[in-house]
Structure formats: C-alpha cells, structure tokens
C-alpha cells in the first residue's frame, strides 16, 4: 500500500511560479513510476507529467501544453516527486493530483493504482 500526500499548491499570478510536492510512504518508493495530473472545473482528469522508475535514467515525458515550463523530478532518498511550474498560465488552474503505479510511466489516469488527494492551484490573470 502507498500514500501520497501533495502539497505546495497555491494562488500565484500569471507568469510566476509553484513547486508542488508529493510525499509518498512505503519502502519501494524507487519502483514506482510517478505522475502529475490535474483536473479543471467541469473537465477530464489530464495527463501533466511522469517520471520512470528507474533512479539512473529517470526518464521523463510532459503533455505538450506544460513542455517547456513544468519539470517533474523526484528524490527516492526522501520518497519524494517534485513538480516545478513555471511561466504559469490561467489555463493551468486546477487541482492537481499525484499518481503511482509500479513499474509503470504511462499517461492513462485509469491505470495508476495510487492517488494523492490533490492541491489546488489558481493562476490568476
């Protein structure tokens, strides 16, 4: 069983800044690929981010509409996935939830066994 606890998330102007934290329990932490999503009012749950497993390569993929002003990295001593936002937009207003499956590095929310229970972020204009 894991537990993922986000935190970091916040009212920030367009163009500024946000870290987001996730903080995962368990011991095999270093076996889970781990993902960033978030959810607008009245949308789908959209793929933002994951980062492999594997603590030599961790190989990461982005959704196009955050390449570029989102990273997503993680530190297994500390259990831990990072989501650093920058050139934040109004369209990337929501809540955003953390994800892990082990062994996995996909984009499809259904397939992520673990959840996080989200941090709000509001971009305002």
């Known amino acids: 069983q894991v537990q993922l606890v986000e935190s970091g998330g916040g009212l920030v102007q367009a163009g500024g800044s946000l870290r987001l934290s996730c903080a995962a329990s368990?011991?095999?932490?270093?076996?889970?690929?781990m993902a960033w999503f978030r959810q607008a009012p009245g949308k789908e749950r959209e793929f933002v981010a994951v980062?492999?497993?594997?603590?030599?390569?961790?190989?990461?993929w982005y959704a196009d509409s955050v390449k570029g002003r989102f990273t997503i990295s993680r530190e297994n001593a500390k259990n831990t996935v990072y989501l650093q936002m920058s050139s934040l937009k109004p369209e990337d207003t929501a809540v955003y939830y953390c994800?892990?499956?082990?062994?996995?590095?996909?984009?499809?929310?259904?397939?992520?066994?673990?959840w996080g229970q989200g941090t709000q972020v509001t971009v305002s204009s």
């Open positions: 368990g011991r095999t932490f270093s076996s889970y690929g």
């Open positions: 980062i492999d497993w594997s603590s030599s390569s961790s190989r990461t």
């Open positions: 994800a892990a499956k082990q062994y996995y590095r996909g984009t499809n929310p259904g397939s992520y066994d673990y």
